[in-house]
């Protein structure tokens, strides 16, 4: 069983920081995405970390502002987002996806705005 819950998120002011966080209710360690839908958008990729802490991937339009890293011993993924910008205003997700198992989680969402 995969249970994802985020936190963290909030109002900051543009070149603000905000610390997200995923935790897994479940007992496994497993690899975590991070995703984002803005109002009107489509849900866009943000962060990847592989359960084992390495490698970690993140998209362009977030590389050098935003960190991926995970805590196994509290089984959490955290998303580190620092100088802030109004488009980074949406919804954030965690999710797990193990394709073998037909496993596709997802939380129920965070909400960030940024305002200028």
């Known amino acids: 069983q995969v249970q994802l819950v985020e936190s963290g998120g909030g109002l900051e002011q543009a070149g603000g920081s905000l610390r997200l966080s995923c935790t897994d209710s479940?007992?496994?360690?497993?690899?975590v995405g991070w995703f984002r839908q803005a109002p009107g958008k489509e849900r866009e990729f943000v962060a990847h970390?592989?359960?084992?802490?390495?490698?970690?991937y993140h998209a362009n339009s977030v590389k050098g502002r935003f960190a991926v890293s995970r805590s196994n011993a509290e089984n959490s993924v955290s998303l580190q987002m620092n100088s802030l910008q109004p488009e980074d205003t949406a919804v954030y997700y965690c999710?797990?996806?193990?394709?073998?198992?037909?496993?596709?989680?997802w939380g129920q969402g965070t909400l960030v705005t940024v305002s200028s």
């Open positions: 970390i592989h359960w084992s802490g390495s490698p970690a």
């Open positions: 999710n797990v996806w193990e394709p073998l198992l037909t496993l596709d989680a």
């Open positions: 479940g007992r496994a360690v497993r690899s």
